[in-house]
């Protein structure tokens, strides 16, 4: 059962913490092998969810310390039709693995209960296409109706919310928040940026952002930025704007390598994950509606608790 999917608590103000990045850390730091670097298979098994467990755990721990909310996203970031083809599943096993996934975080959520003060649970949904590249452009209606399934899948369940990320261009974010509108569902969209600050697409953050709430009346909750460092977006984030007052989240990489670096790279670059806790705190210190603070590629649970230690201080 849904507990906040009415009034959720990253709007009021407060500091909520959330994971890292689960595939880099999987693959990298742990030696699993994801195909399609879709990490919902994990699903499947007892020991893939008692991997995933001891991935959200650790994270769940440094909110329980940094005295923080805490957003859970389920690892559902390839679970959609295209990506579940190339892996072999039909669509009514993906539809059960996007519903297993929100049972996963409500059983974490009931663990911590009493140690974290909020927990959303959020239903994650990525591109349709390449997180890095802004391959398949689709038009608003088409992005509708192509996330509908997933997105009515996580209606069904426990999910506080959906967030899309890794957005590459601006027509698939109006077709999500279409789609989560119909279903009644809360979404957060969460653009990448590229190293100047724009996206794979080429259009500016703000733009973007602006068009999404021009074409669906400003409907979704809130907007992010994921998948790239602060420093190739900080610098266009624009404080007298109202556009800029709409992002509420950033999940930031830990390499300031372009997209292009980290997809031919070989090696984790993780970063410094102390001068990252600091340049998280920064934005949330020059934006304070920033609520929600995590990593993305190349971030572990070091960096998390490095934001943590920096936003409580």
């Known amino acids: 059962m849904s507990i906040y999917r009415n009034a959720l608590p990253q709007l009021d103000g407060g500091v909520m913490l959330t994971d890292g990045g689960l595939e880099t850390t999987l693959v990298f730091d742990e030696g699993i092998d994801l195909p399609c670097f879709a990490a919902f298979g994990l699903l499947a098994d007892r020991a893939g969810r008692s991997v995933l467990r001891r991935y959200y755990r650790k994270y769940a721990d440094i909110a329980v310390e940094a005295g923080f909310g805490f957003v859970l996203e389920s690892p559902t970031w390839r679970a959609n039709s295209d990506w579940a083809t190339e892996l072999g599943y039909s669509?009514?096993?993906?539809?059960?693995?996007?519903?297993?996934?929100?049972?996963?975080?409500?059983?974490?959520?009931?663990e911590y209960q009493e140690r974290i003060e909020p927990i959303v649970i959020s239903g994650n949904i990525g591109p349709r296409g390449d997180g890095y590249v802004a391959s398949e452009l689709m038009s608003p209606e088409e992005a509708a109706e192509y996330h509908r399934a997933q997105i009515g899948v996580f209606a069904e369940t426990g999910a506080d919310m959906v967030s899309a990320v890794t957005m590459t261009h601006a027509e698939e974010a109006i077709g999500i928040v279409k789609s989560a509108r119909q279903h009644q569902m809360?979404?957060?969209?969460?653009f990448t940026t590229e190293t100047d600050g724009k996206l794979p697409s080429g259009q500016?953050?703000?733009?973007?952002?602006?068009?999404?709430?021009?074409?669906?009346?400003?409907?979704?909750?809130?907007f992010m930025v994921n998948c790239a460092h602060p420093d190739h977006f900080s610098d266009?984030?624009?404080?007298?704007?109202?556009?800029t007052r709409r992002i509420r989240g950033i999940r930031a990489n830990a390499s300031r390598c372009?997209?292009?670096?980290?997809?031919?790279?070989?090696?984790?670059?993780?970063?410094?994950?102390k001068e990252f806790g600091f340049l998280n705190g920064r934005l949330r210190k020059l934006f304070p509606n920033i609520a929600v603070l995590g990593g993305c590629c190349g971030?572990?649970?070091?960096?998390?608790?490095?934001?943590?230690?920096a936003v409580a201080s």
């Open 91 to 110: 669509a009514s096993q993906l539809a059960n693995i996007n519903r297993d996934s929100i049972r996963l975080m409500e059983e974490l959520r009931n």
């Open 186 to 190: 809360p979404v957060a969209i969460s």
């Open 204 to 222: 500016p953050l703000g733009d973007a952002i602006e068009q999404v709430d021009a074409a669906t009346d400003s409907a979704a909750a809130y």
């Open 236 to 243: 266009s984030l624009d404080r007298k704007a109202a556009w």
């Open 258 to 273: 372009s997209h292009e670096e980290l997809d031919e790279a070989t090696e984790l670059d993780s970063g410094d994950p």
């Open 299 to 309: 971030t572990d649970h070091r960096h998390v608790a490095a934001i943590g230690a």
